[in-house]
């Protein structure tokens, strides 16, 4: 009977984490891309 409560933590959880793993992989990108844009508008 505590499964379908467990259960629905757990994918409370999963879904929390991949969003925090989104967060970073948005970050990752941003600290990629900006030196990049900064080097392409000085050659430019």
């Avoid at 879904?15 to 990629?32: E, P, T």
Wanted: zero cysteines; proline letters at 5%.
């Amino acid at each position: 009977q505590l499964v379908l409560p467990k259960l629905i933590l757990g994918l409370k959880l999963t879904s929390l984490v991949s969003m925090g793993n989104m967060k970073n992989y948005v970050v990752f990108f941003i600290n990629i891309i900006t030196p990049f844009y900064q080097y392409i508008s000085s050659v430019l």
